[in-house]
């Protein structure tokens, strides 16, 4: 098989550290979801999916069907999908054929989720989120009396798996009181459940961010993206964290990717030439740069041109010049012993240095989860230890 120009690894070790953190934080008894959407935030779902399975994970969350389709294809018959968006009309039969679970956000969604599982011979298994306060998807107020006698009347062809909720914003502290509120509606939601005397199998509503910080919105299962990756949701959860546990400062979550390159070309630049296109870098000496085969058609952010660095035997090279479409340039000049065809880390650790998702992140303006998801499926991705 022929090599591609950079390669993806994943830590089953920092993955299982992950999964235990997350696990004491929510208890033992609230299923763990593990949110796979955009290619499990750039992991890549076909590898991440068994390697969570690894550690007890059997409960997958996507964005699309056709996500659903990428876990169905290598997650164990054990394991459960959910699809928290879009799901297609003409999907709704394949998902309840394969037994996986939908989110409705609309009523007329009920009744074309009742004729497909009639005509499939199988119970549709949805989960009806609720708007209470993020005005994204979300089943309005006005609706949900009307399909809540939908579903008592047609119990056996469609299962009322759930009832969710999603948050908007609850990495941040400003925005709690929004937080609350929204708490507060999907409570009156679940009272009208129990006065109609139709309850939902599970009750959820927590990201990452609130299963690690607010044990109320610990229900009966969680969704965790980013955590689960070894990304803090964000300083404010963070430091709830080093508060509960009375630390100045606490690993907890643990990075486990690191995306690797080789060096394609070393060569010597001297004073007052230009390196790359335009004018952008000038050699202010003798120089001796290393040439890099990926740039920014596989994910490597343009805005890092004359910015970002990676890491060459352990030491942090700085990058020199535009950054291409499929080429970019560090200089070497301060690295003794550089060879053609040397590892480069350009996210990850390489001997004591490290270079942090957040590294590219401040620098251009992208969010960690965007620039992890922009990150093509055709890079090679694979576990390690």
Not at 2 to 30: C, M, P, T, W
Not at 33 to 50: C, D, E, L, M, Q
Not at 76 to 82: L, N, Q, V, W
Not at 338 to 364: H, K, Y
Request: charged residues 25%; aromatic residues 8%; contains cysteine.
């Amino acid at each position: 098989m022929v090599k591609h120009s950079s390669r993806i690894e994943l830590s089953q070790s920092a993955y299982k550290n992950n999964i235990n953190f997350i696990r004491k934080k929510i208890g033992k008894d609230a299923i763990l979801s593990a949110v796979v959407k955009a290619n499990a935030y750039g992991h890549g779902i076909r590898t991440f999916v068994p390697m969570a399975e690894r550690c007890g994970v059997n409960h997958f969350s996507v964005a699309s069907s056709f996500e659903a389709e990428e876990v169905l294809s290598v997650c164990t018959p054990e394991s459960r999908i959910m699809i928290m968006g879009i799901i297609y009309e003409v999907d709704i039969p394949w998902a309840i054929e394969h037994e996986i679970e939908f989110f409705v956000y609309n009523y007329e969604r009920l009744p074309k989720a009742l004729e497909a599982a009639k005509k499939v011979g199988k119970p549709a298994k949805i989960h009806i989120e609720v708007e209470t306060g993020a005005n994204r998807t979300g089943m309005p107020k006005s609706e949900f009396q009307m399909a809540l006698n939908f579903l008592k009347k047609n119990r056996d062809h469609v299962v009322f798996e759930g009832l969710c909720t999603h948050f908007g914003g609850a990495e941040s502290n400003s925005n709690q009181f929004k937080i609350d509120a929204q708490k507060k509606r999907y409570a009156d939601f679940l009272k009208q459940c129990k006065a109609k005397k139709i309850e939902p199998n599970i009750r959820h509503i927590a990201c990452s961010a609130a299963a690690l910080a607010m044990k109320d919105t610990v229900y009966d299962l969680v969704r965790v993206g980013v955590a689960q990756y070894g990304f803090w949701p964000s300083n404010d959860i963070y430091f709830a964290h080093l508060q509960e546990v009375n630390k100045k400062n606490d690993v907890g979550l643990k990075r486990i990717f690191t995306w690797k390159t080789d060096i394609m070309d070393i060569r010597q630049v001297d004073q007052g030439e230009f390196i790359g296109y335009g004018t952008s870098f000038q050699a202010t000496q003798n120089m001796k740069i290393a040439v890099l085969p990926l740039g920014y058609s596989n994910g490597y952010p343009r805005a890092l041109s004359n910015r970002g660095q990676v890491l060459i035997k352990g030491k942090k090279a700085p990058i020199v010049g535009l950054i291409n479409m499929n080429l970019f340039m560090v200089d070497i000049s301060h690295i003794k012993d550089v060879a053609l065809g040397d590892e480069v880390v350009l996210i990850g650790r390489q001997q004591n240095n490290v270079i942090n998702v957040s590294s590219f992140t401040n620098t251009t303006q992208l969010l960690n989860n965007e620039m992890l998801s922009r990150l093509p499926a055709a890079i090679p991705r694979k576990v390690v230890r």
